[in-house]
């Protein structure tokens, strides 16, 4: 494999949203877009329109998939913030040998807790794979009760299953579309997604306190119910959960006695060798 550089375009004025991760010819992020995205305001119910976005302090819950991705971030690309109610995001980004580095600092509260994810949607077809370490934990959420076979206990937020079939779901496989939708969360801070000859790593580094993990959306046609369609969410994330409310003891980063806690996201692509 040989390393491919890797070039983003950032909306500042729509949440700070990636709408572009492009190397060596190939377009990573899938896009769909969607004109109510141009009128949320905080509070607004997701509008899914692609790309990659910043999902913070919660992705499922309330604020609908957080409070940053529906409030006009300030800056450049390269360095930009967004103030929301309780905290607020700072994000640099860089090169740094081909890959790129995205470096957060969010400002709150000394105790304050969160979820963050980088939502990414990513354009894959249908033999598309994803690598996470054999044996990882998963937590599979309720969306997957029609697939393992037995009914969903009352009230779990998630169940437990090791990588890659947690529960017997081979969630290893990224396609092809079958109807179905599944969330899941692996505790692991890197995977791999491989797609024909490309590849695809995504990375999370966050301070040894703070738990990471990588979250899974695999939406092969099964939602929404009243028009489904694909969407492939690979989603590095601080915490265990997609619901900051359903956050046990260990299950969200939390902000230390300095008022900010930082991390990085990393993003490189691979190409199989013609050689």
Same mark, same amino acid.
């Not at 494999?1 to 070039?7: D, E, N, R, T």
């Not at 976005?53 to 930009?80: F, K, N, Q």
């Not at 029609?146 to 529960?167: M, N």
């Not at 990588?214 to 619901?243: C, I, K, Q």
């Given at each position: ?18 709408? &572009? ?5 190939? $377009? ?10 141009? #009128? ?5 119910? @997701? ?9 913070? *302090? ?11 991705? &529906?409030?006009?971030?300030?800056? &450049? ?17 860089? $090169? ?17 807790? @969160? ?9 894959? +077809? ?22 393992? /076979?037995?009914? =969903?206990?009352? /009230?779990?937020? @998630? ?10 779901? *081979?969630?290893?496989?990224? +396609? %092809?579309?079958? #109807? ?28 040894? $306190? ?17 028009? %489904?369609?694909?969407? !492939?969410?690979? $989603? %590095? ?12 003891? +260990? ?11 930082? =991390?990085? !996201? ?10």
């Amino acid at each position: 494999m040989k390393p491919i550089p890797l070039a983003a375009r950032l909306d500042l004025a729509r949440g700070g949203r990636w709408t &572009s991760l492009s190397g060596g010819g190939r $377009e990573w992020l899938w896009s769909r877009p969607d004109p109510a995205r141009t #009128g949320v305001v905080p509070g607004s119910g @997701f509008v899914d329109a692609g790309g990659l976005e910043e999902c913070v *302090p919660t992705v499922r819950g309330l604020p609908d998939h957080g409070d940053a991705w &529906s409030r006009p971030w300030s800056g &450049s690309p390269a360095a930009a913030v967004v103030t929301c109610d309780d905290f607020e995001l700072a994000r640099e980004v860089g $090169e740094e040998g081909g890959a790129l580095v995205a470096a957060y600092r969010l400002s709150a509260d000394p105790g304050y807790r @969160f979820v963050w994810a980088a939502h990414a949607l990513l354009h894959l +077809g249908a033999e598309a794979r994803l690598e996470a370490p054999a044996g990882a934990a998963v937590r599979v959420f309720p969306e997957a009760a029609p697939l393992i /076979g037995r009914p =969903w206990p009352d /009230g779990a937020p @998630f169940l437990e299953g090791v990588w890659p079939t947690p529960l017997g779901l *081979p969630l290893d496989r990224l +396609g %092809p579309d079958d #109807g179905t939708a599944v969330g899941a969360v692996i505790r692991c801070p890197a995977v791999r997604v491989v797609d024909g000859a490309d590849a695809l790593v995504l990375r999370v580094e966050a301070p040894p $306190e703070v738990p990471v993990s990588t979250a899974l959306w695999r939406n092969l046609g099964g939602f929404p119910a009243h028009a %489904p369609y694909r969407s !492939l969410g690979v $989603e %590095p994330m601080l915490g265990a959960v997609f619901d900051l409310a359903d956050a046990g003891p +260990g299950d969200a980063a939390a902000v230390p006695a300095s008022g900010e806690l930082t =991390w990085r !996201l990393v993003l490189a692509a691979e190409r199989m060798d013609d050689d």
